[in-house]
């Protein structure tokens, strides 16, 4: 507990390791330990973040993955523009090529009680194209509880 409070989310910043804040008494906080730090551009990058234990042993492999993906959104959104009839530099307008890249690892440990509890409450990526990796047994990605 000690080591992952080094690299505690603080108030007001997203970046670092924790959970989502508490704003209020009936606010519904998420069954889910994160880790979210920018990855690209490498100037805009926390170091601290980059020396968390677990990282450190994947680090050339979470580098190699960044500058992959770094292509990936721009041939997806290539694809859209062309698909809605948009010139390409009409997209790049809206979505810089260079813009930053951010990468969230979300955990889900084990609950006592899982009936209770919900990965990740209802919610909107603020951003223009979320690219999603699950990397364990689990082979679903559920988008709607109860209809929700």
Known sequence: MEEKKKFQKQEGDNEGYG???????????????????????????KPNLFKIPCLTQTRNALE????????????????????????????????????TEMMKINYY???????????????TDAIGLTILLQVNEIERLQIKKDGV
């Open 19 to 45: 959970q989502t804040f508490m704003v209020s008494e009936e606010q519904k906080l998420d069954w889910a330990d994160i880790l979210y730090m920018i990855t690209l551009p490498t100037n805009l990058r």
């Open 109 to 123: 440990p084990p609950c006592p009680q899982p009936v209770l509890v919900m990965g990740l409450c209802p919610h």
């Open 64 to 99: 190699q993955y960044s500058t992959a993906l770094r292509e990936l959104p721009i041939k997806i959104m290539y694809k859209i523009s062309k698909a809605l009839g948009m010139k390409a530099e009409d997209m790049n307008l809206l979505f810089e090529e260079d813009g």
